[in-house]
C-alpha cells in the first residue's frame, strides 16, 4: 500500500542526500591537491605558478555558478539540496581563498596604498611658460 511507497521515498531520498554530500565532499581532496600544487609552484611570478594560480580562482567559481546544475542529478521533488550545495560552496569559496592568499603571497593583490598609487599619473603642472589653451 501507500505506507510502502513512503518508506521508499524517504530511502532514495536519503540516499540521493547522503550521494550529494559525497560528491560536495568529494571536491576537498581536489582543493587539498591545488593548494598542494600552489605550494610546490613557490611563490615567484613564474609561468607555471601564475596558471596554477588562475586555475584556482576561476575553478571555483565556475563550479559554485554551475552548482545549481550539478546538484540537480542528485534532487528529486523530496530532496532538498540546498545543505549540500552549500556545503560544495563553502568548499570552493576556501578553494578561493587558498589562491587568493597564493596571489597575495605572490604580490599580485593590490593590497599596498603603493600599488594603487603607482598606478596614478604624475599631477601635471599648472603654469606653463608657453602660450596656448591649458586643459
Given at each position: 500500500g501507500m505506507g510502502v511507497d513512503h518508506h521508499v521515498l524517504a530511502l532514495t531520498s536519503a540516499v540521493r542526500t547522503q550521494k550529494a554530500y559525497t560528491f560536495a565532499m568529494s571536491n576537498v581532496q581536489g582543493i587539498g591537491m591545488m593548494a598542494f600544487m600552489m605550494y610546490m609552484?613557490?611563490?615567484?611570478v613564474q609561468i607555471f605558478s601564475?596558471?596554477?594560480?588562475?586555475?584556482?580562482?576561476?575553478?571555483?567559481?565556475?563550479?559554485?555558478?554551475s552548482s545549481g546544475l550539478t546538484f540537480e542529478r542528485f534532487a528529486d521533488a523530496h530532496t532538498d539540496m540546498t545543505g549540500p550545495r552549500l556545503l560544495f560552496c563553502a568548499i570552493q569559496v576556501l578553494g578561493l581563498a587558498i589562491a587568493l592568499y597564493k596571489l597575495n603571497a605572490m604580490g599580485l593583490l593590490p593590497t599596498h596604498a603603493s600599488d594603487w598609487v603607482s598606478n596614478m599619473k604624475p599631477p601635471t603642472p599648472v603654469e606653463h611658460a608657453y602660450g596656448g589653451t591649458t586643459l
Open positions: 609552484s613557490g611563490n615567484g601564475m596558471m596554477v594560480t588562475f586555475g584556482g580562482i576561476f575553478q571555483p567559481i565556475k563550479a559554485i555558478l
